[in-house]
């Protein structure tokens, strides 16, 4: 009868156990591992673009500041610095560009383009 028994738990691969095997843990934790690293991989992406549109918005008020002549704030002079190209394009227009550079990295943070008669 026991000769039975085992060559039914082989055949099926049930016993009279109950839980889980070690297999099903180790699959379970794989899937959890890779579903957390994915998950932590999207919230770094998301602080970075924060990041970055922090500090366009950043560069966007101190070209104002700059341009309009707003009464500067203490960080402003600081952390940015902005380089004027123009050019003349077709039928007299004149292209204006604005880089503002971050002085702490040198990366150009935002360019603005305006034209002009």
């Known amino acids: 009868m026991e000769n039975l028994e085992q060559k039914m738990i082989y055949q099926y691969g049930k016993s009279n156990q109950e839980g889980f095997t070690l297999l099903e843990i180790v699959v379970a934790l794989t899937i959890f591992a890779v579903a957390f690293a994915v998950l932590i991989k999207i919230q770094s992406n998301n602080i970075s673009h924060i990041r970055n549109s922090f500090e366009k918005l950043e ?29 003349r394009i077709e039928f007299g227009i004149k292209e204006i560009r604005y880089k503002i550079i971050d ?9 603005i383009k305006t034209y002009e008669r």
């Open 59 to 87: 560069a966007i008020k101190f070209f104002k500041e700059q341009i309009y002549t707003i009464p500067q704030r203490e960080t402003s002079d600081d952390q940015f610095s902005w380089k004027e190209e123009r050019k």
């Open 103 to 111: 002085r702490g990295t040198g990366k150009e943070i935002l360019e």
